[in-house]
């Protein structure tokens, strides 16, 4: 009896754990998913994390300090305003003349080459061919740190007589910034314009010709938008080219010009489009085509430019203009070179040539014979 009353004992005890188990425990809802809120086979639940907010906070931070950064000239908000969407805008026109003055090939079939990307290593390979860094590090001249490039600066045009790069350098740093490539070097912007040319790499905001479509193509494009928003704004578009034998831009002719210039008398540029060479500098023929397409869109003509201190690298001359923008110094200088174009008759150094100046050619000889040489010892009156 001992052992029978100690058996049921035992199991009451087990029964009521159970059921105490059992009590615990959620239940389940009885009601069976419907057929639309079922998971696929092969579907995993989405476990949504939520963000402690010190790390949110942490994060809007960063993005609002990456935005407005006091270190820059052009920083602000992200989202541009109405007094800086009419503020003046640039745009860069670097030419590169390549091997003997044939352009670039992006292929590298042509003499001279051109950089490439290693199949193993994926590393930027000669990239001096065509003086690609020198391109390269020109265009590096226009970031800023913050926004990525300065905001003035809306466009860089790589163009020579083959192949031709256009840059939208907001959306260009957009591709990069999404790709994790903040910090500009040799292997994102020579291997950037590869991989785009090859269609390996898509909305990279760069615009690419192999010769299909020439420079003169890309040039009226863009002149034309630059005129057609420089009129929407009430402002004029001019174009500006960096080479000797103009008058100088220096801090105290153009500070003068800023003081003395007033507000009625200036000419409201709200587009400017730069124009400089790399080390072999513009050729004459092409400067004078270049000139033709640009007067076409223009509200004036071609304006030469000239920086001390001789010939410089082309990276150095446009860090230095945009020194001057930044300072509030170089559109002062330029409305003052304009009105004195339109006060007094272009210069001999502001005018281009129609046509490339041909060598000198001897006169043909005169058919005519020649006199007859008198005898010694006669006189002739």
Same mark, same amino acid.
């Given at each position: 009896? =001992? ?14 754990k159970r &059921?105490?188990?059992?009590?615990s425990?959620p239940?389940r809802?009885?009601r069976?998913?419907?057929p639309s809120r079922? $998971?696929?086979?092969?579907? /995993?639940?989405? /476990?949504?994390r939520?963000r402690?907010?010190?790390r949110?906070?942490r #994060?809007?931070r ?5 935005r407005?950064?006091?270190s820059?000239?052009?920083?602000? $908000?992200a ?7 009419? =503020?003046?805008?640039?745009g860069?026109?670097?030419w590169? @003349?390549?091997l ?6 992006l %292929?590298?079939? +042509? *003499?001279?080459?051109f950089?490439?990307?290693d #199949?193993?290593?994926?590393a930027l390979?000669?990239s001096?061919?065509g003086?690609?860094e020198n391109?390269?590090?020109?265009l590096?001249m ?5 926004p990525?490039?300065k ?5 860089f ?6 192949? @031709?790069?256009?840059?939208r350098?907001?959306q260009?740093h957009?591709h990069n910034?999404? +790709?994790?490539r903040?910090v500009l070097t040799?292997?994102i912007v ?5 991989e ?5 790499a898509l909305?990279?905001?760069?615009r690419?010709?192999n010769g299909?479509a020439g420079?003169?193509?890309f040039l009226?494009r863009?002149? &034309?938008?630059y &005129?057609?928003?420089?009129?929407k704004l009430?402002? !004029?578009?001019? =174009? ?7 008058p100088e831009?220096?801090f105290? !002719?153009a500070? $003068?010009a800023k003081?003395g210039?007033p507000?009625?008398e200036?000419?409201?540029l709200k587009?400017?489009?730069l124009?400089l060479?790399g080390?072999d500098?513009?050729?004459?023929q092409?400067?004078?085509?270049l000139?033709?397409?640009i007067e076409?869109? %223009?509200?004036y003509?071609?304006?030469?430019l000239?920086?001390?201190?001789g010939i410089l !690298?082309s990276?150095y ?13 170089l559109?002062?200088?330029?409305e003052?070179?304009? &009105? ?15 046509k490339? *100046?041909?060598?000198?050619q001897l006169?043909?000889?005169?058919l005519?014979a ?8 006669? !006189?002739?009156r």
């Amino acid at each position: 009896m =001992a052992k029978s009353s100690s058996s049921s004992s035992s199991s009451l005890s087990s029964q009521r754990k159970r &059921k105490r188990s059992s009590s615990s425990r959620p239940q389940r809802s009885s009601r069976r998913r419907s057929p639309s809120r079922r $998971r696929a086979p092969g579907r /995993r639940r989405s /476990r949504s994390r939520r963000r402690s907010p010190s790390r949110r906070s942490r #994060r809007s931070r960063s993005r609002r300090r990456e935005r407005s950064s006091e270190s820059s000239f052009d920083s602000g $908000r992200a989202s541009p305003t109405l007094g800086q969407r009419s =503020a003046p805008k640039l745009g860069i026109l670097y030419w590169g @003349c390549g091997l003997e003055g044939r352009g670039w090939d992006l %292929t590298g079939r +042509n *003499p001279g080459g051109f950089p490439r990307i290693d #199949r193993n290593s994926d590393a930027l390979v000669d990239s001096w061919k065509g003086r690609m860094e020198n391109a390269q590090v020109t265009l590096r001249m226009c970031a800023s740190e913050g926004p990525g490039f300065k905001r003035y600066v809306k466009h860089f045009m790589m163009l020579s007589a083959q192949a @031709c790069v256009e840059f939208r350098l907001q959306q260009y740093h957009r591709h990069n910034t999404a +790709n994790r490539r903040k910090v500009l070097t040799e292997r994102i912007v020579i291997g950037g314009i590869l991989e785009t040319y090859q269609r390996r790499a898509l909305n990279t905001g760069m615009r690419i010709s192999n010769g299909e479509a020439g420079y003169l193509s890309f040039l009226r494009r863009r002149c &034309k938008r630059y &005129k057609a928003q420089a009129a929407k704004l009430g402002g !004029h578009f001019a =174009a500006v080219i960096l080479e000797g034998g103009h008058p100088e831009l220096t801090f105290q !002719h153009a500070a $003068r010009a800023k003081e003395g210039l007033p507000g009625r008398e200036r000419q409201g540029l709200k587009r400017l489009l730069l124009i400089l060479g790399g080390p072999d500098g513009v050729p004459d023929q092409t400067r004078v085509e270049l000139r033709r397409a640009i007067e076409e869109y %223009t509200d004036y003509p071609l304006l030469g430019l000239s920086l001390p201190g001789g010939i410089l !690298h082309s990276y150095y001359a446009l860090a230095t203009v945009l020194v001057f923008h930044d300072q509030a110094l170089l559109l002062p200088f330029l409305e003052q070179r304009l &009105k004195d174009q339109k006060d007094s008759p272009l210069s001999q150094a502001d005018k281009a040539p129609d046509k490339v *100046p041909e060598s000198p050619q001897l006169a043909p000889p005169s058919l005519k014979a020649p006199a007859p040489r008198p005898p010694d010892g006669v !006189h002739v009156r």
